[in-house]
């Protein structure tokens, strides 16, 4: 045998072997920032004024947005008479447990409150940056700028 094809083989082999070491992948995909990255600049990885997730959600400071989310949710049911919020509960309810586990960290909300979350925070993105935020009266985000 030809030594090029003894190399082939024995990178080859040497591939298979590694492949097979491999730990199983993960069904995570949203992690938390690393702490080295964040002590750089600790205030840019926390949310200022809304959140979106599990992570911070329920922080004091915060609060107001979440009944904003609650108006936009309205807002955006009200433009779809035939849909209610319980369909939109039941559709994510399917998915909450595969949801779930695309988190790297625990998740300290109840199934419950995961799945309204969910919800929330996709009805206040739809609306925020879909259609449903024409309205020239809402001064939510108007003129904010960040550091």
Avoid: W
């Avoid at 730990?23 to 926390?46: A, M, W």
């Avoid at 799945?115 to 609306?127: N, R």
Wanted: with cysteine; charged share 30%.
């Amino acid at each position: 045998m030809e030594m090029v094809e003894i190399d082939k083989l024995d990178a080859l082999s040497r591939l298979r072997r590694r492949v097979a070491q491999l730990s199983p992948q993960t069904s995570h995909s949203i992690y938390k920032v690393q702490k080295r990255l964040r002590d750089v600049n600790n205030k840019s990885y926390e949310p200022e004024m809304v959140t979106i997730g599990p992570y911070h959600h329920g922080k004091n400071e915060l609060k107001k947005m979440e009944e904003l989310k609650v108006h936009y949710m309205q807002s955006l049911l009200g433009r779809k008479p035939d849909v209610d919020a319980e369909r939109y509960l039941s559709a994510i309810a399917e998915v909450g447990k595969k949801a779930r586990d695309c988190y790297a960290e625990p998740v300290s909300l109840s199934a419950a409150e995961f799945i309204e979350m969910l919800v929330l925070d996709g009805c206040f993105i739809i609306e925020l940056i879909g259609a449903g935020r024409k309205n020239q009266n809402d001064r939510t985000f108007h003129g904010l700028e960040r550091d």
